[in-house]
């Protein structure tokens, strides 16, 4: 997963990618660190989706940009349009679902 630090790139990345997923995580939370080795994990299986992290660190500017209040929050775009949003309290079976459905949608 790329580390990401600028709002214009980011937002490059959105727009070159029909399938774009902005994860933002802190080092310092633990949960973080499992939903994002879980994750890592399922995304495997969709490799057209681009995965970034965005740490929140001097990016302050970002997180009140994308509406980001608490940590983990992920955020699925496709073709620029936001799709997923989940946030804290993050089902991975959920997600997974979530995106698999939108993924098999987005392709065809």
Request: glycine content about 2%.
């Amino acid at each position: 997963m790329e580390i990401l630090n600028n709002k214009n790139l980011i937002y490059e990345k959105i727009k070159e990618n029909k399938l774009t997923l902005l994860y933002f995580s802190s080092p310092t939370c633990g949960a973080c660190m499992a939903i994002k080795e879980k994750l890592l994990f399922e995304l495997k299986k969709y490799p057209k989706i681009k995965a970034f992290e965005i740490p929140p660190f001097n990016n302050e500017e970002i997180l009140a940009h994308f509406n980001i209040f608490t940590f983990p929050a992920i955020l699925l775009y496709i073709d620029g349009k936001e799709y997923i949003r989940e946030a804290r309290y993050v089902s991975i079976e959920k997600l997974v679902d979530d995106i698999d459905r939108l993924y098999n949608l987005s392709l065809n």
